[in-house]
């Protein structure tokens, strides 16, 4: 039942195929993983060719991903939960397709099209993932990619409605500030962690195997509180699988662009992921190589990271080999279905050293000025564009996208899955298009 597409579908008698393998190859061979190369990761495409894009880190994800499955079945072969790990290639699907529904300019391109559709059915990234994968790609008649149920069920990272997950006291507005712009609030702007309420069917179809009690407890969420949207509670095994590898590249291999690009000092380091938030690791480093480290662990490695590019990737690859060698098993004994039942986790000597990893990225990284600079102006193109193409779509949207929005009786959604599927350099163009004072071209491509 966990095999199952939505659409009947069956692969020729001398395919050698399994249903992760058909998965995989949907998800690396469709548009919307190509236009990862286009996104930003934490830099905006143009600074440079060289550091990650989200197609890049898709794809770590996705070895990381697998390296940790493949690590649960060799340190725990005899635990009921190791049955019940994914193949290597449908983990590997989920990995690829976390992030596909992740549109321009990142987070500040989430929260304008969260304020484009504020009455709508807003808008959420990870949401979007979702309704790409199955409806809006091209393998099927109305299924999208027509993934299996189980490779859906790894991607359904927050399975929670849309309208239920919403804090109504935190609708997307403009600024009440008394600046001449039109500035979006952000705070109120920024979307629950959710999948969007057009995709209720297909939650629905996914999560069609489960009894009333699991289903019950899996899309149960945290109370409302102040200033904060309802947060999911659970998530499945291989979602638990795919989302600790996220956290282990965003917190490894981000950390590993920002040091390259000098984003952060030796001291930015030192003061959000001191010496104890780093201690196991550096006791591990100690046992393993006792001829290489004397009595200041830390600072040597904070040498390795900061010296040159050889050093620094040997320490990425030790802290990525850190984490994924730690990987162990937790049971959720309230649910019956395996695959809710049993999660993929770090031991607690672990989080201390990537829950300071993250911050770090996060705190000194993506909310630098020259960061947040970028975010703002992309935020504002998005809005720029979404807003102009609404407002004569017969005669501005591209026309597969002109079909789709007059079969859909004029529903904004069409839109903005338009607008959410732009590469960066595909929303500039078009908003140099519409807004530029120089004349454009019949012949200038997206």
């Known amino acids: 039942m966990w095999l199952e597409r939505r659409e009947p579908w069956q692969g020729h008698s001398e395919d050698a195929r399994g249903a992760g393998d058909v998965d995989y190859a949907r998800v690396i061979h469709s548009a ?3 236009r990862l190369q286009g996104k930003t990761q934490i830099l905006n495409l143009g600074d440079s060719d060289f550091y990650r894009t989200r197609l890049t880190h898709s794809l770590e994800v ?7 499955a493949r690590q649960l079945a060799q340190s725990f072969p005899d635990h009921p939960a190791t049955a019940h790990l994914p193949d290597r290639s449908m983990i590997q699907a989920i990995g690829c397709s976390h992030d596909l529904g992740h549109p321009p300019f990142g987070h500040g391109g989430e929260v304008a099209l969260n304020y484009c559709m504020h009455g709508a059915g807003g808008f959420e990234g990870n949401g979007q993932s979702l309704r790409i994968l199955s409806r809006l790609e091209s ?5 999208g990619a027509n993934l299996t149920r189980r490779s859906l069920l790894g991607l359904l990272k927050y399975p929670v409605p849309y309208a239920r997950a919403q804090n109504s006291a935190l609708r997307p507005k403009l600024s009440d500030s008394p600046a001449t ?8 702007s920024t979307p629950p962690k959710c999948y969007l309420d057009s995709e209720q069917d297909v939650v629905d179809w996914v999560l069609a195997p489960l009894s009333a009690d699991d289903r019950s407890r899996f899309c149960e969420t945290s109370d409302l509180e102040q200033g904060e949207h309802r947060k999911s509670l659970h998530k499945s095994f291989d979602c638990s699988i795919m989302d600790l590898a996220d956290d282990i590249a965003y917190g490894v291999h981000d950390l590993e662009d920002a040091i390259a690009l000098s984003l952060l000092t030796r001291e930015d380091f030192i003061k959000n992921a001191p010496e104890e938030d780093c201690g196991d690791f550096l006791s591990m480093l100690k046992e393993k190589y006792p001829k290489q480290f004397d009595n200041d662990v830390y600072g040597q490695m904070l040498d390795g990271l ?6 620094r990737k040997r320490f990425i690859s030790r802290f990525v080999n850190y984490f994924i060698t730690s990987v162990e098993y937790t049971e959720m004994p309230q649910f019956d279905e395996p695959l809710l039942r049993y999660r993929a986790s770090l031991p607690n000597s672990r989080r201390p050293m990537l829950r300071a990893l993250k911050k770090l990225v996060f705190k000194v990284v993506i909310k630098s000025p020259t960061v947040q600079q970028l975010e703002f102006k992309g935020q504002q193109m998005v809005v720029s564009v979404f807003e102009a193409l609404c407002s004569d779509p017969e005669r501005l949207l591209p026309r597969e996208h002109q079909d ?5 009786a004029g529903d904004l959604r ?4 338009y607008v959410a599927s732009m590469t960066d350099s595909a929303l500039l163009k078009t908003y140099e298009r519409l807004f530029a004072p120089r004349m454009g071209s019949v012949f200038d491509r997206l």
């Open 139 to 143: 393998f099927s008649k109305s299924s």
């Open 404 to 408: 789709r929005f007059t079969a859909s």
């Open 32 to 34: 919307s993983f190509r």
């Open 306 to 311: 900061f010296g040159d590019r050889n050093t």
């Open 62 to 68: 996705a070895q990381i991903a697998g390296g940790l």
């Open 414 to 417: 069409i839109v903005c899955d």
């Open 181 to 188: 712009l039109n500035l979006i609030d952000t705070a109120a």
